[in-house]
T-cell receptor
Framework: NAGVTQTPKFQVLKTGQSMTLQCAQD?????MYWYRQDPGMGLRLIYY?????TTDKGEVPNGYNVSRLNKREFSLRLESAAPSQTSVYFC????WGQGSDEQYFGPGTRLTVT | GQQLNQSPQSMFIQEGEDVSMNCTSS?????WLWYKQDPGEGPVLLIA?????ELTSNGRLTAQFGITRKDSFLNISASIPSDVGIYFC??????????FGTGTSLTVIP
């Protein structure tokens, strides 16, 4: 049981390049989330998927798109990277409807945009 | 977006001392969660609280869900060097949205 996994762990992009961050969970959780973490700002929600087949914007969605590929996988895409998107990105999942509200995080992807 | 008020922002303590930190909000929460984050790692869930007044322990860690449902406290007893890290709270509101504190950075001096 690996929990929440993310790839890649590190990435450097040039301005304007695109990339997809991958996330998978093996806990049969219904909901999945993408956050960014910046110094002094805490975790900010980018997008979330309450259940398979649905996605919704969070607090800072501009410049990002997501895909809930199936119940296990939730990817985050940067279409045209900008230096302001330099951050640490965390994927998380929550059971919902299984008697628990606990949110579990992946190890993070550290992205630098030059 | 709403951030929870977490204090203190940082703490420097001697090994063996007890530690207390807290989170407050202007809104009511149904669930409080406490996490620890080591440098370069993802947050790890320490304790989950579901009822107002609830007191829950996990080893040397004890957390409480405030009676007003607007605050929560985390205590660490007899700190050890591996307690070093950033601790942050998260609250889940009635709209099923998570909100996060900005963290307490803990340094334990051997």
């Amino acid at each position: 049981n690996a929990g929440v996994t993310q790839t890649p762990k590190f990435q450097v992009l040039k301005t304007g390049q695109s990339m997809t961050l991958q996330c998978a969970q093996d806990m049969n959780h219904n909901s999945m989330y993408w956050y960014r973490q910046d110094p002094g700002m805490g975790l900010r929600l980018i997008y979330y998927s309450a259940s398979e087949g649905t996605t919704d914007k969070g607090e800072v969605p501009n410049g990002y798109n997501v895909s809930r590929l199936n119940k296990r996988e939730f990817s985050l895409r940067l279409e045209s990277a900008a230096p302001s998107q330099t951050s640490v990105y965390f994927c998380a999942s929550t059971p919902w409807g299984q008697g628990s509200d606990e949110q579990y995080f992946g190890p993070g992807t550290r992205l630098t945009v030059t | 977006g709403q951030q929870l008020n977490q204090s203190p922002q940082s703490m420097f303590i001697q090994e063996g001392e007890d530690v207390s930190m807290n989170c407050t909000s202007s809104s009511i929460f149904n669930t409080w969660l406490w996490y620890k984050q080591d440098p370069g790692e993802g947050p790890v869930l320490l304790i989950a609280l579901y009822k107002a007044g609830e007191l829950t322990s996990n080893g040397r860690l004890t957390a409480q869900f405030g009676i007003t449902r607007k605050d929560s406290f985390l205590n660490i007893s007899a700190s050890i060097p591996s307690d070093v890290g950033i601790y942050f709270c998260a609250g889940l509101n009635t709209g099923n949205q998570f909100y996060f504190g900005t963290g307490t950075s803990l340094t334990v001096i051997p």
